[in-house]
């Protein structure tokens, strides 16, 4: 049985939660990713960043928090999800991918004693899938022609 420790990325790119969320845009543009850890100074979880997150604050009509300032400004600690689903680098694959589902959500936090140890998102599922279709593909008897 694979496990999410098997896939998933390790030591993944975080931001402390007094960065900004133009920092969280930067980060995420020159990385090329969807999904930013937000973590204390032990690596502890305290929630996640989003691409979409980013997005809604640069197109919001408003576009100003209380003090005056572009919401893209503002500290992540105002705009991270507190209500993270996780996963433990020991869980099943298949368990992990379900969750996703479920959930309808592209990442899961991989998790273990508090402190976050990996991520493993859609991508990483969409590239399991590739793998599985390319051996099965390799693994096919090769029809001759009639």
């Known amino acids: 049985m694979f496990v999410v420790d098997d896939m998933m990325t390790r030591h993944p790119h975080t931001l402390s939660p007094d960065h900004t969320l133009d920092d969280a845009h930067r980060l995420m543009r020159a990385e090329r990713f969807r999904h930013l850890p937000i973590v204390d100074d032990d690596e502890r979880l305290l929630g996640l960043v989003t691409q979409r997150d980013v997005l809604s604050a ?12 572009h919401q893209i400004h503002t500290p992540l600690s105002h705009f991270i999800e ?43 599922f969409v590239a399991i899938a590739s793998t599985l279709l390319e051996i099965q593909e390799e693994s096919e008897p090769v029809e001759v022609g009639e």
């Open 82 to 124: 507190r209500q993270l689903v996780t996963v433990d680098p020991g869980a099943s694959l298949r368990a992990a991918a379900l969750t996703m589902l479920e959930r309808k959500i592209g990442c899961l936090p991989v998790v273990k004693h508090q402190r976050l140890v990996g991520i493993i998102t859609d991508s990483d």
């Open 58 to 69: 640069q197109a919001s009509s408003l576009g100003k928090t209380t003090n005056g300032d």
